[in-house]
């Protein structure tokens, strides 16, 4: 595990990051954590107590990556941005498990199946999350259901979201 002291920064007001609280990862410490790398990929790590995980870091150019730090971050460690702060970090390799109900039905439809397994690994988990985190059981059916149909009409996760909310 790497650790060092460094600043909780805020993006301006502009631009697709607008407002975001996070943390600079330099190029040289994330060579570190991953040597060549020039794509985002997760860590696992403290924020001074905070203990996280599978928290994506994204790179910003020139080697150097940064951290968001979300609202549930911040509360935790009570700090806001210009707050100094101790980071310790290393890869989080740990494998996310996909819904295992959306597994079993895709077992059932071999052409969803084939286009799932094409999907981004992270687009994978948008789906898989979104179904467990249903409250009840029947709305865990209905988004299997609607991830499905998303699947043979091979439209994204956003896509599937907005066409169902306008036939709400």
Request: hydrophobic share 40%.
């Amino acid at each position: 595990m790497i650790g060092f002291k460094t600043t909780l920064l805020k993006f301006d007001k502009h631009g697709e990051k607008s407002g975001w609280t996070y943390i600079l990862i330099p190029g040289k410490i994330a060579e570190k954590l991953k040597p060549a790398n020039k794509k985002s990929f997760r860590v696992r790590g403290r924020i001074d107590d905070f203990n996280f995980k599978a928290i994506a870091i994204i790179p910003m150019g020139a080697g150097d990556f940064i951290m968001p730090v979300n609202a549930g971050m911040r509360k935790a460690i009570k700090k806001i941005h210009g707050a100094p702060v101790l980071l310790e970090i290393e890869e989080d390799k740990a494998i996310v498990k996909l819904s295992a109900e959306l597994l079993a039905c895709l077992e059932d439809d071999p052409e969803g199946k084939s286009y799932f397994n094409g999907l981004m690994p992270s687009h994978q988990r948008y789906y898989s999350n979104w179904i467990e985190s249903a409250k009840t059981d029947a709305t865990k059916s209905k988004r299997i259901a609607a991830a499905l149909n998303a699947f043979s009409r091979k439209i994204t996760f956003s896509q599937m979201l907005q066409q169902q909310g306008r036939a709400k």
